[in-house]
């Protein structure tokens, strides 16, 4: 198998191209920049044998609603329809923010909680803003992270394989954003036993305890067992 590497060359350096995509390449189901370099940076520890593209190696790849009402839904909704696709193995996550105050929200609406799909700073500042006069002790939230992967069936009626796992790192919100790493809600997330917020920590540092790094290290024997059986 070839040495990990993602297909987008803002994700890596070694840039994997369309015509170097093959049979035992796992399509990481997203376009999101920040998130594809921190899943090849977890996948590489945990599997440095697994070749990954992401969805701009695959033209008219869908993008898929996360219509799901948790996180493994989603999760697998994405996987299901990228494997479909791509006729690949697909790994997919949700992921989001609960936070204790607000009843587990923003949860399955991390990404969207301003209204718009994506937008980091105000999703944050909202949650900021509706924590304003909630005490300390009550700022307790957990990252949680569900990883799918969907491996398409053989032939064209074969059922397809599925597997999904879960991540979780607990903490508390700060009252104000700090650090520059990461992305989404790591400006305000201390995890349990750290003074740093997520977005403090070097990369390797926040994927040794991250939410996502624990659910993709879970999901890491399920897909090397896959590649190594095809």
């Not at 994700?11 to 997203?30: C, E, F, G, N, W």
């Not at 898929?64 to 790994?91: D, M, Q, S, W, Y």
């Not at 609406?109 to 006069?133: C, E, I, Y």
């Not at 394989?161 to 520059?180: A, I, K």
Request: with cysteine; aromatic share 4%.
């Amino acid at each position: 198998m070839a040495d990990n590497t993602v297909a987008d060359d803002t994700v890596t350096d070694d840039t994997v191209t369309d015509d170097t995509v093959t049979d035992d390449t796992v399509v990481l189901a997203s376009r999101n920049m920040a998130k594809l370099r921190e899943l090849a940076r977890i996948l590489a520890q945990a599997s440095p044998q697994v070749r990954l593209a992401g969805l701009d190696a695959f033209p008219g790849a869908p993008d898929v609603p996360e219509t799901g009402a948790t996180f493994e839904e989603n999760a697998l909704l994405k996987a299901r329809a990228i494997a479909a696709h791509t006729h690949l193995p697909a790994v997919a996550d949700d992921s989001g923010l609960c936070v204790d105050a607000l009843n587990g929200m923003p949860g399955v609406l991390s990404a969207r909680w301003a209204g718009g799909h994506g937008d980091d700073q105000a999703n944050l500042n909202l949650v900021l803003a509706q924590l304003g006069d909630v005490p300390e002790t009550r700022l307790g939230a957990q990252f949680v992270c569900a990883a799918a992967l969907v491996v398409p069936g053989l032939g064209p009626d074969g059922p397809a394989r599925e597997w999904v796992v879960t991540g979780q790192v607990e903490g508390r919100l700060t009252r104000t954003p700090r650090g520059t790493g990461g992305f989404g809600y790591d400006p305000i997330f201390v995890p349990d036993g750290f003074d740093l917020t997520t977005a403090e920590m070097t990369a390797g540092g926040k994927d040794a305890i991250s939410h996502r790094g624990r659910a993709f290290r879970a999901l890491t024997p399920f897909i090397t067992a896959q590649l190594d059986g095809a």
